[in-house]
């Protein structure tokens, strides 16, 4: 079955710094990943998403996420981060089965902090 | 478009009363789902639809939980009776592309004292 992992509950930069968040997946079969965040009091919305083809996917806001196979991993990235970037971001996972495609599978999320 | 609408935004319910959960869609997705999220337990899959049918109700912790969707614009998550340990954040979500891309409501902040 699949699972991701997310490092880190919570991070912390200032203002201007790279933001990395860590997103480490399992999965026995290529996988769809996904990275949503969820503002205070909101729900979830769409960052960015990989399904197939180019390994490096752009998202809104500045955001960015690579797919490593070699690695099984999904990190994303921002090279500044903004004061408005505070928000807790969460990492998932789909495999489709055959005809079938099977659940969005999310981690635990992390929490960024943006400090002035 | 109004994205998906979540009613009531917050829930303040005593142990042993029942409680429900209202979602909308948004129009023309046939994919709906029903998550849970709490502290421990992170965001859960509770059970989702498809094309008003439900197909995956693996993730309803227990029969004190039912989910309807009686057409295409609306559907209910019901808890009957509630207890405490249901505190959460409930959210609906819906797709209209094989359930690639989901889009979630504002969700509904459940209480039970």
């Known amino acids: 079955a699949q699972s991701v992992t997310q490092l880190g509950s919570h991070v912390s930069v200032s203002e201007g710094a790279l933001v990395l968040l860590r997103c480490n997946y399992s999965s026995s079969v290529p996988p769809y990943l996904f990275w949503y965040v969820q503002y205070p009091n909101q729900g979830l919305q769409l960052l960015l998403k990989y399904t197939t083809g180019a390994t490096l996917v752009k998202g809104i806001n500045g955001f960015e996420a690579e797919f490593k196979k070699s690695e099984t991993s999904f990190h994303l990235t921002k090279p500044s981060a903004h004061m408005s970037d505070a928000a807790e971001y969460f990492c998932a996972v789909r495999v489709n089965y055959g005809g079938s495609q099977g659940n969005l599978i999310f981690g635990k999320g992390t929490k960024l902090s943006v400090k002035p | 478009d109004a994205g998906v609408i979540q009613s009531p935004r917050h829930e303040v319910t005593e142990m042993g009363q029942e409680v429900t959960l209202r979602c909308k869609p948004i129009?023309?997705?046939?994919?709906l789902f029903w998550y849970r999220q709490t502290m421990m337990r992170g965001l859960e899959l509770l059970i989702y639809f498809n094309n008003n049918v439900p197909i995956d109700d693996s993730g309803m912790p227990e029969d004190r939980f039912s989910a309807k969707m009686p057409n295409a614009s609306f559907s209910t998550l019901k808890i009957q009776p509630s207890e405490p340990r249901d505190s959460a954040v409930y959210f609906c979500?819906?797709?209209?592309?094989?359930?690639?891309?989901?889009?979630f409501g504002a969700g509904t902040r459940l209480s039970v004292l």
């Open positions: 979500a819906s797709s209209g592309d094989r359930k690639n891309i989901q889009y």
């Open positions: 129009s023309g997705h046939d994919y």
